[in-house]
Protein backbone atom coordinates (compact mmCIF):
# COMPACT_ATOMS: atom_id res chain seq x y z
CA UNK A 1 0.00 0.00 0.00
CA UNK A 2 1.10 3.59 -0.60
CA UNK A 3 0.38 6.47 1.51
CA UNK A 4 0.73 10.53 0.92
CA UNK A 5 1.99 12.41 3.79
CA UNK A 6 1.59 16.47 3.64
CA UNK A 7 3.90 17.63 6.11
CA UNK A 8 4.79 21.16 4.75
CA UNK A 9 4.57 23.88 7.08
CA UNK A 10 4.87 21.67 10.36
CA UNK A 11 7.97 22.01 12.78
CA UNK A 12 10.05 19.32 13.97
CA UNK A 13 9.37 16.87 15.00
CA UNK A 14 6.07 16.47 13.43
CA UNK A 15 7.52 15.26 9.82
CA UNK A 16 9.01 12.77 11.16
CA UNK A 17 6.73 11.74 13.88
CA UNK A 18 4.04 11.34 11.01
CA UNK A 19 6.81 9.59 8.89
CA UNK A 20 7.19 7.09 11.62
CA UNK A 21 3.57 6.31 11.62
CA UNK A 22 2.58 6.14 8.19
CA UNK A 23 5.52 3.33 7.56
CA UNK A 24 3.89 1.24 10.66
CA UNK A 25 0.88 0.40 8.32
CA UNK A 26 2.74 0.87 4.74
CA UNK A 27 5.22 -0.16 2.86
CA UNK A 28 5.40 2.68 0.52
CA UNK A 29 4.68 6.50 1.38
CA UNK A 30 5.60 10.09 -0.12
CA UNK A 31 6.04 12.45 2.47
CA UNK A 32 6.08 16.42 1.53
CA UNK A 33 8.02 19.01 3.45
CA UNK A 34 8.92 22.73 2.70
CA UNK A 35 12.24 22.96 4.01
CA UNK A 36 15.94 21.32 4.17
CA UNK A 37 15.61 20.83 7.94
CA UNK A 38 12.46 18.26 7.43
CA UNK A 39 14.15 16.90 4.33
CA UNK A 40 16.97 15.75 6.13
CA UNK A 41 15.64 14.82 9.24
CA UNK A 42 12.99 12.77 7.44
CA UNK A 43 15.39 11.32 5.10
CA UNK A 44 17.77 10.25 8.32
CA UNK A 45 14.80 8.88 10.22
CA UNK A 46 13.92 6.73 6.96
CA UNK A 47 17.57 5.39 5.86
CA UNK A 48 17.86 4.55 9.59
CA UNK A 49 14.47 2.62 9.46
CA UNK A 50 16.11 -0.07 7.05
CA UNK A 51 14.43 2.09 3.82
CA UNK A 52 15.50 3.47 0.05
CA UNK A 53 14.77 7.14 -0.41
CA UNK A 54 14.02 8.74 -3.14
CA UNK A 55 13.58 12.87 -3.35
CA UNK A 56 12.31 15.27 -6.12
CA UNK A 57 11.79 18.82 -5.66
CA UNK A 58 9.43 21.23 -7.49
CA UNK A 59 8.94 25.01 -6.83
CA UNK A 60 10.77 24.50 -2.80
CA UNK A 61 8.78 21.58 -2.21
CA UNK A 62 10.64 17.98 -1.68
CA UNK A 63 8.70 14.95 -2.58
CA UNK A 64 10.07 12.20 -0.78
CA UNK A 65 9.93 8.79 -1.78
CA UNK A 66 9.95 5.95 0.89
CA UNK A 67 9.85 2.39 0.52
CA UNK A 68 10.40 -0.61 3.06
CA UNK A 69 13.17 -2.54 2.06
CA UNK A 70 11.99 -6.69 1.77
CA UNK A 71 11.71 -8.29 5.00
CA UNK A 72 12.93 -5.37 7.05
CA UNK A 73 10.18 -4.31 9.46
CA UNK A 74 10.29 -0.60 10.57
CA UNK A 75 9.72 -1.08 14.29
CA UNK A 76 12.66 -2.50 14.62
CA UNK A 77 14.91 -0.18 13.80
CA UNK A 78 13.47 3.02 15.49
CA UNK A 79 15.66 2.14 18.11
CA UNK A 80 18.67 3.07 15.99
CA UNK A 81 17.64 6.63 14.65
CA UNK A 82 20.46 9.25 15.59
CA UNK A 83 21.96 9.94 12.05
CA UNK A 84 22.53 8.54 8.85
CA UNK A 85 25.87 9.84 8.32
CA UNK A 86 28.52 7.42 10.60
CA UNK A 87 28.02 4.42 12.41
CA UNK A 88 28.24 4.70 16.46
CA UNK A 89 29.79 2.06 18.73
CA UNK A 90 26.90 1.64 20.93
CA UNK A 91 26.93 -1.08 24.01
CA UNK A 92 23.65 -3.16 24.48
CA UNK A 93 22.88 -1.49 27.39
CA UNK A 94 22.81 2.32 25.28
CA UNK A 95 25.28 4.47 24.93
CA UNK A 96 26.67 7.56 26.94
CA UNK A 97 25.14 10.50 25.95
CA UNK A 98 27.08 13.89 27.15
CA UNK A 99 24.22 16.89 26.95
CA UNK A 100 25.67 20.13 26.72
CA UNK A 101 22.51 23.38 26.88
CA UNK A 102 25.01 25.84 27.13
CA UNK A 103 28.21 27.60 25.81
CA UNK A 104 29.21 28.00 29.13
CA UNK A 105 29.76 25.32 32.21
CA UNK A 106 27.96 25.98 35.61
CA UNK A 107 26.52 28.98 36.77
CA UNK A 108 28.16 32.02 37.90
CA UNK A 109 30.92 34.07 35.99
CA UNK A 110 29.81 34.31 32.46
CA UNK A 111 33.69 34.42 31.45
CA UNK A 112 34.30 31.69 33.98
CA UNK A 113 31.90 29.24 32.24
CA UNK A 114 33.35 29.82 29.17
CA UNK A 115 36.91 28.69 30.13
CA UNK A 116 35.48 25.89 31.80
CA UNK A 117 33.32 24.82 28.81
CA UNK A 118 36.28 24.79 26.42
CA UNK A 119 38.57 22.93 29.21
CA UNK A 120 35.99 20.49 29.59
CA UNK A 121 35.43 19.93 25.80
CA UNK A 122 38.98 19.17 25.21
CA UNK A 123 39.51 17.20 28.54
CA UNK A 124 37.37 14.80 26.52
CA UNK A 125 40.00 14.36 23.76
CA UNK A 126 42.45 13.48 25.90
CA UNK A 127 41.05 10.86 28.33
CA UNK A 128 40.76 7.38 27.12
CA UNK A 129 36.82 6.80 27.65
CA UNK A 130 34.86 9.05 25.05
CA UNK A 131 31.25 9.80 24.88
CA UNK A 132 29.21 7.66 22.48
CA UNK A 133 27.13 11.06 21.67
CA UNK A 134 27.09 14.91 22.58
CA UNK A 135 23.71 16.68 22.19
CA UNK A 136 23.89 20.19 21.92
CA UNK A 137 20.44 22.58 22.28
CA UNK A 138 19.50 25.76 23.22
CA UNK A 139 22.92 28.01 23.30
CA UNK A 140 24.95 24.77 23.27
CA UNK A 141 24.96 25.11 19.56
CA UNK A 142 27.03 27.80 19.58
CA UNK A 143 30.14 25.68 20.29
CA UNK A 144 29.36 24.22 17.10
CA UNK A 145 29.79 26.82 14.58
CA UNK A 146 32.31 29.14 12.65
CA UNK A 147 34.58 30.88 14.87
CA UNK A 148 33.94 29.12 18.35
CA UNK A 149 36.76 28.31 20.74
CA UNK A 150 36.19 24.23 20.71
CA UNK A 151 35.71 23.63 17.33
CA UNK A 152 38.67 22.16 16.80
CA UNK A 153 38.31 19.97 20.02
CA UNK A 154 34.30 18.85 19.00
CA UNK A 155 36.02 17.85 15.35
CA UNK A 156 38.67 15.83 16.93
CA UNK A 157 36.19 14.22 18.72
CA UNK A 158 34.04 13.61 16.18
CA UNK A 159 37.08 12.29 14.17
CA UNK A 160 37.12 9.11 17.28
CA UNK A 161 33.66 8.53 16.61
CA UNK A 162 31.85 10.56 18.97
CA UNK A 163 28.42 11.11 17.34
CA UNK A 164 27.73 15.14 17.72
CA UNK A 165 23.79 16.27 17.52
CA UNK A 166 23.08 19.80 16.98
CA UNK A 167 19.34 20.80 17.47
CA UNK A 168 18.11 22.45 14.33
CA UNK A 169 15.62 24.46 16.12
CA UNK A 170 18.20 26.15 18.23
CA UNK A 171 20.64 26.90 15.52
CA UNK A 172 17.36 28.50 13.54
CA UNK A 173 16.60 30.25 16.80
CA UNK A 174 20.16 32.15 16.66
CA UNK A 175 20.19 32.10 12.73
CA UNK A 176 23.39 30.19 12.74
CA UNK A 177 22.12 27.18 10.51
CA UNK A 178 24.72 28.00 8.10
CA UNK A 179 27.42 28.48 10.30
CA UNK A 180 27.51 24.70 11.67
CA UNK A 181 31.00 23.44 11.12
CA UNK A 182 30.98 20.76 13.61
CA UNK A 183 28.40 17.77 14.29
CA UNK A 184 25.27 16.92 12.30
CA UNK A 185 21.25 18.90 12.56
CA UNK A 186 19.50 16.93 14.11
CA UNK A 187 15.97 17.50 15.58
CA UNK A 188 14.25 16.73 18.85
CA UNK A 189 12.72 13.57 18.11
CA UNK A 190 16.45 12.50 17.48
CA UNK A 191 17.31 14.08 20.60
CA UNK A 192 14.63 12.25 22.60
CA UNK A 193 14.95 8.84 21.25
CA UNK A 194 18.85 9.08 21.92
CA UNK A 195 18.46 10.06 25.96
CA UNK A 196 15.49 8.05 26.22
CA UNK A 197 18.10 4.51 25.06
CA UNK A 198 20.85 5.89 27.26
CA UNK A 199 22.80 4.03 29.26
CA UNK A 200 24.08 7.40 30.81
CA UNK A 201 23.59 11.02 30.50
CA UNK A 202 26.36 13.29 31.76
CA UNK A 203 25.70 17.22 31.89
CA UNK A 204 28.39 19.15 33.16
Known sequence: MEGLI????LACPEPVLLTKKALEKEDKI???????NALENVKRFAINSGCSVNVKEEAGVF?????KRQGISQKDH???????????SISS???VVVVLSSDRMGLGDDELGRVLMRSFIHTLTEIDKKPDIMILYNSGVKLAVEGSDVLHDLNALEGTGVKVLACG???NFFNLKEKLKSGTISNMYDIAETLFRAKKIIRP
Not at 6 to 9: E, L, M, P, T, V
Not at 63 to 67: F, K, M, W
Open 6 to 9: DARG
Open 30 to 36: TVLVDNT
Open 63 to 67: RIEII
Open 78 to 88: THDIVSCEREV
Open 93 to 95: NGP
Open 169 to 171: TCL
